[in-house]
């Protein structure tokens, strides 16, 4: 037990409504000491001087200058229902428009493009166009290599992401970029969001491969938005989260939408955490066993999930340390009586449930003693964005491009 454990300091619910807190603390699952500063990503000892001192540093306070309106949004303020979020995203009705903004909208947008790599960001880059591009470009050959200005324009409703991978790309083959709009923004169609100038063939050569990308990114981005302000709207207090079900080579982007969108990543990689699922626990013979051994290689500083399908298999977990209960397949009513047991028993574990959880059922499992939620369908399940780039030409609109002149 830490010193400041002894201490007996605890996250307080009522800092939650107090004018200086509200907008940037929440609980830390799992560590009852401790604070989560949304603005800056950190975790601060759960005492209100320390709180206050955090808020009166340097960085605390160029991050509150980036999004000035976190103040004026508050989730007991949201007014709408879980039927009022039914959203489909070729077809969505105009009387549901506005609550929808609104939800995605109010918010602020952390600069997560800090913790992408640069070399990374232009190996992916490189590797993209590579494919797309493996011998010669014939359609550059009647584009030629005169300076153009490019547009990439935002034709559907939702929240950008994806803008270093999109700066990546154009950045391999030369090209300048101009962003009109912030990440993580919510933006109503048709905006131009971006202005690209460069030689007009590698602007061509760059725009399928970007709008592959930001329309995906943007995809999860905008549902991951979405689900986490169901599940805020609540008063549920845990964390949403995705899983490892990713698209081959395209991890670190979906990766970073989701945490544009507002919910956590879960473990990146095997590397990241052991998770122990079924199959580990088959082969190892017991979930005592399995534990013991992931341990010995883990040591101290990584963290165990057990995968768990019954309370007797939870129990075991927890009793052999697993730092991690994940609940899967459980219903509503069987998680949060497995859940209230083992966090009576075991008051610091942390609680995931996961497994056949959609949009429309996320509610009934954001209950009391549930720290995380995981789900699958926010890389696997969720509808791309759509975008368009069009070469600005004289008398030519390209938010209508079937129209060869543009009046006034």
């Known amino acids: 037990m830490s010193k400041w454990q002894r201490y007996r300091k605890r996250y307080s619910t009522v800092w939650e409504s107090e004018s200086d807190l509200k907008d940037w603390i929440q609980p830390v699952a799992g560590h009852e000491s401790k604070a989560f500063c949304r603005l800056c990503q950190c975790q601060v ?3 209100r001087n320390d709180l206050v001192k955090h808020a009166a540093t340097e960085k605390h306070k160029r991050n509150a ?3 000035p309106n976190t103040g004026e949004f508050n989730d007991s303020t949201v007014d709408f229902t879980t039927e009022d979020m039914t959203y489909e995203n070729k077809d969505r009705s105009g009387s549901n428009d506005h609550d929808y903004s609104r939800m ?3 918010t602020y947008n952390p600069n997560y493009h800090h913790i992408l790599p640069a070399l990374s960001l232009q190996t992916l880059a490189r590797a993209w166009l590579q494919e797309d591009t493996p011998a010669f470009d ?5 584009v030629g290599d005169g300076q153009e200005v490019g547009l990439l324009l935002m034709k559907e409703a939702g929240i950008i ?3 270093p991978f999109v700066d990546a790309i154009f950045k391999e083959l030369g090209c300048s970029l101009k962003w009109h709009v912030q990440e993580g923004d919510y933006v109503e169609p048709i905006k131009t969001v971006a202005t690209v100038t460069g030689r007009v063939r590698d602007l061509l050569l760059g725009e399928r491969v970007a709008l592959n990308c930001i329309t995906r990114c943007s995809g999860i981005a905008t549902k991951a938005r979405r689900l986490a302000k169901i599940a805020s709207a609540s008063g549920w207090k845990g964390t949403i989260a995705g899983t490892r079900k990713t698209t081959p080579g395209f991890r670190l982007v979906e990766k970073y939408a989701l945490l544009v969108g507002g919910v956590s990543t879960h473990r990146h990689d095997l590397s990241s955490m052991i998770m122990l699922k079924d199959n580990h626990i088959w082969t190892a013979g017991s979930v005592t066993k399995a534990v013991k051994d992931a341990r010995q290689v883990g040591g101290f500083s990584t963290k165990i999930e057990v995968e768990c399908r019954s309370l007797d298999e939870a129990i ?3 009793d052999s340390g697993a730092d991690i209960i ?3 397949n459980f219903s509503p009513k069987s998680a949060q009586e497995a859940a209230s047991r083992l966090k009576t028993h075991f008051p ?3 609680i995931e449930l996961s497994g056949g959880i959609t949009e429309s059922s996320l509610t009934d499992f954001c209950v009391e003693n549930i720290d995380v939620v995981s789900l699958g369908v926010l890389t696997q399940g969720y509808s791309t964005i759509d975008f368009s780039f069009k070469i600005r030409k004289e008398g030519h609109d390209p938010k209508n491009p079937t129209v060869k002149t543009v009046e006034g």
């Open 348 to 350: 610091s574990l942390v």
């Open 45 to 47: 000892r759960a005492h």
């Open 161 to 163: 992401a994806g803008r």
């Open 104 to 106: 995605l909208s109010n």
């Open 326 to 328: 994940m609940l899967d």
């Open 138 to 142: 014939f359609a550059g050959f009647v």
């Open 316 to 318: 075991e977990a927890a």
């Open 65 to 67: 200058a980036c999004y």
